[in-house]
């Protein structure tokens, strides 16, 4: 079965500070996966999703990127964060044979 | 772009009843999923409606879907405190497109 890791499960940044969140998947290969932000008491807003090495697709335009070094990592980036920055950060990837998600445990993100 | 429509946003009931949730969208379909997140925690997957079915049960879950009306309802029955989560409907548009998910509905069952 998919299990989706991703880290740090917290962190705190200061404003302008640089951003990397890591996702790695097991039990799958060559899978879609999915970055997702949860703003606090709302629901979830699609990210990035890519469906390959190298292809990342945005759906908004923001101060994050987005990259797939490896068939099974998916790291969410900023240069700069901003207070607006500040969420819950999900990674997500199908299960097999099925366009079901299954999700990591998040990465909660506050920026001060 | 947000898809589907939760409603009620917030739910209070006791233990023991019934809770209904309803979700609306506004596109066509390839299937509608209900997913449940505990608090501070990723979601989870709970059940797959498909375009031509209208009713589908899991344990004590049950789902319907109108493809007329573009709406669906997940029904847990008997709740217990341990049902207190947010309950999220996605869509599925086909293709490789990627789920769509409600703002949510959070239930809280009281003991």
């Known amino acids: 079965s998919q299990t989706i890791h991703q880290w740090p499960a917290t962190l705190v940044q200061p404003v302008g500070s640089p951003l990397s969140l890591e996702c790695t998947v097991e039990?799958?290969?060559?899978?879609?996966l999915y970055w997702y932000r949860q703003a606090a008491g709302r629901g979830l807003q699609l990210l990035f999703y890519s469906v390959g090495i190298g292809q990342i697709s945005s759906e908004v335009p923001q101060n994050l990127s987005a990259s797939r070094p490896q068939d099974r990592q998916f790291i969410l980036s900023s240069k700069k964060l901003l207070l607006s920055d500040s969420g819950f950060y999900l990674c997500?990837?199908?299960?097999?044979?099925?366009?079901?998600?299954?999700f990591g445990a998040g990465s909660r993100l506050t920026v001060l | 772009s947000q898809q589907g429509e939760e409603d009620p946003q917030a739910l209070s009931i006791q233990e023991g009843e019934n809770a209904t949730m309803n979700c609306s969208y506004k596109?066509?379909?390839?299937?509608l999923q209900w997913y449940r997140q505990n608090s501070g925690r990723g979601l989870v997957h709970l059940i797959l409606i498909r375009s031509n079915e209208r009713e589908k049960h899991s344990g004590r879950l049950r789902v319907t879907l109108d493809t007329s009306k573009k709406s669906s309802s997940l029904l847990i029955t008997a709740s217990r405190a341990a049902d207190t989560a947010s309950y999220f409907c996605a869509t599925d548009g086909g293709g490789n497109t990627p789920l769509v998910f409600g703002k949510g509905t959070r239930l809280s069952v009281i003991a």
């Open positions: 039990g799958t290969s060559n899978p879609n």
């Open positions: 596109t066509s379909i390839n299937n």
């Open positions: 997500a990837g199908p299960r097999e044979g099925a366009n079901v998600l299954t």
